[in-house]
């Protein structure tokens, strides 16, 4: 009888530990919400725990997967390598891991590319014929416009997006610890109950 309280008494002791053990994402190149001004070449995820060799990664840029020559998984990292640089525009990191406890995990990690290219500046060069200068004047500011256009589209959407991620990321978050909590909280009730039922075997046996 004493050996069965024992017992108990240890599963008590590990629940929470067994419910704390699981394999975060800790940081990643690029961050969240990111804008990268220098070329790209390799994706890094480092999570919590020693991550199994099944995960994996994928790149979307407006839901278009985009190729990886290699994803290298060691210990707590995941590295996925990019077959070209990426162009200018809004990804996501679209990670599936599987856990150190076994647990399957996934998340999203979003970012933006935006490197200033060289042609654009080069193209403003004063031209000879004074007709010519006007005509390019208004061009410019044509230009200048739509830049300006797109850059402003450019940033509300990726505020939208990464606005929504974050949502997401928060709900999802949320349910897995509610859901944790709640085989946690019925764990114990359980537990509890037997406990006190082995408890009053023993009172009873010692009566007698
Ligand atoms: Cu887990």
Known sequence: MKKLLFILICMFISIPTMASAHTKLVSSNPKEGQIVTDELKEITLDYAGTVEKLSTMKVLKDGIEVPLSQILVQDKQMVGTLSAPLENGSYIIDWNIVGEDGHPITGKVSFTVQIEQMSDKNETTSPKVEENKQENEQQDKIETQTEDQTKDQ???????????????????????????????????????????????????????
């Open 154 to 208: 450019t940033k509300d959407q990726t505020k939208d997006q990464t606005k929504d991620q974050t949502k997401d990321q928060t709900k999802d978050q949320t349910k897995d610890q509610t859901s944790t909590k709640t085989v946690t909280t019925i764990i114990t009730v359980l537990l509890l109950a037997i406990l006190i039922m082995g408890l009053v075997v023993l009172f009873k046996k010692k009566r007698k």
